[in-house]
C-alpha cells in the first residue's frame, strides 16, 4: 500500500500515452485515471496552443481528451492557480485535478489559506521545475544562439546546466548560464526560485533520479499527502500505472540536483538583491525611482493570482494617492499593495511579465518577503499541525 513519503518510479501502461508524454507518461496516465475513476469531475492542465511557445490553460472532462496535454512545454509560464480560483469558483462546485509548478502549488495552497478554493476539492499534480522562460525572448534566443528557426524545434529541455533543443535534424546545447549571462534562459524570478520539487503538492513528478535501463522511460514520483497516496495505489491497482523502487543513487541524484538548483537560486538572489539592505521599509524605499514608472494600469494586480478582492483598495474613492488620473502614483499606491499581498507572495512573476512600464516588481517583491522572513523570524516548510508550505515561527536553534 502507498504511504506518504513512498518514492517509485513510474511509467504508463497505455503505449500511446507513454510515447507521448515525458518520460513514460506518468503524469498522463495519472490524470486520465482520475478522470476514468470517477475521482474527479475534470482536470486543470495545459496544452501546446499555436506552437510550442503558447501554452494554453485547458480544463477536460473527456479522458480521451487528456493526451493534449501530454509533453513539457518550458515556456507555460502562466499561474494555474490564478484559472482555478477565478475562472473555476475555486473548485467549489466541482473536484478538479491541476497539474502544478512548485509556484502554482504554492499559491494554491496559499488560496486555501484564505477560503478561495476548496482544498478538499482539488487534487494536486505537481511536477519539478527547473526554471521557465518567456516566449518571445525564448524564440529569439533560438534565433541567435542556436542558429534555428524557432518553429523548427520540436523540442527543449534543461539538463546538466544546459538547454538542449531538438529539431528533426538532431539536438544542440548551450551553457544555461551563458544563456542567462546575455539575457536570455530563465525567467528572472525563476533564476531566483529556490522550490525546485512541488513538495506542497499531494504528488510530485519529474525526471530527476531516474537512472539505469528505466533512464527517458520512467518518472520519478513522491508521494507528500494521503490524498497522493491513494490516488497513486489506486491508479497501480487498476494496472494504469506501472511502478518499480527507485535506485538508491537515483534518490541520492535527485537530491543532489535539487541542492545545485537551490544553490544557484541563491547565487541569483545573492547577486539580484542588495545586501547592503536595511529594514523593510528602506528596502521599498530604494525602489522608489522604478515606481516612478507606473501608468497605473493595473496590470499587476489583474495578474496576481493572491490579488482576488472583489472591490480593490486601490480603486476605491477617497485619498487622494488614489485618484486615477494622478501619474506617476504616490508611493502610497505601491505601499497598499505591498501590505495586501507580499507576505503571500510566491515569486511566480506573472506581475513583472505583464508590466508594460518593465519595472521589476517581482524582484521588489521577492525580495521584500524575504526580509519578512528575515526579520519576523518566519520560515516557509512543513510543520505538524500546519498546512503544507505554510510559515510558522523559526524555533530557537531551528
Known sequence: MVQVGDMYYAWGSDDEIAASGECGGAVTTILKFLLEDGIVDAVLAVKKGSDLYDAVPTLISDPEKIIE?????????????????????????????????????????????????????????????????????????????????????????????????ETAEGEQEISIDELEDQGYGRRTNCRRCEINIPRMA?????????????????????????????????????????TQEPIPKGVEIRANIDKIMAKLANKWQAKDFDESRGEIMATFAQYLDEFERCIKCYGCRESCPICYCEECTL???????????????????????????VDSCTNCGQCEEVCPAEIPLAKIWHEINSKIKETYGYQRGVKEGMPPFSYFPLEAGK
Request: a negative charge; hydrophobic letters at 45%; proline letters at 5%.
Open 315 to 341: 480603486e476605491v474613492d477617497g485619498p487622494e494617492w488614489l485618484a486615477k488620473g494622478s501619474l506617476p502614483p504616490s508611493p502610497m499606491f505601491h505601499m497598499e499593495r505591498l501590505i495586501h499581498m
Open 202 to 242: 499531494d504528488l510530485a513528478l519529474g525526471n530527476w533520479g531516474v537512472i539505469g535501463p528505466l533512464a527517458g522511460k520512467a518518472t520519478f514520483v513522491e508521494v507528500f499527502s494521503e490524498k497522493g497516496a491513494d490516488v497513486l495505489d489506486k491508479a497501480i491497482n487498476a494496472g494504469v500505472l506501472n
Open 69 to 165: 496535454t501530454a509533453g513539457s512545454l518550458h515556456c507555460g509560464t502562466l499561474n494555474m492557480a490564478k484559472t482555478l480560483e477565478k475562472y473555476l469558483d475555486g473548485a467549489r462546485n466541482m473536484k478538479i485535478a491541476v497539474t502544478a509548478k512548485p509556484c502554482d502549488a504554492m499559491t494554491m495552497v496559499e488560496l486555501i489559506k484564505r477560503e478561495q478554493i476548496d482544498g478538499d476539492n482539488i487534487i494536486i499534480v505537481g511536477v519539478n521545475c527547473g526554471g521557465t522562460m518567456p516566449p518571445v525572448k525564448a524564440r529569439e534566443m533560438i534565433e541567435k544562439f542556436y542558429e534555428t528557426d524557432p518553429d523548427a524545434v520540436i523540442k527543449e529541455e534543461i539538463a546538466k546546466g544546459n538547454l538542449i533543443i
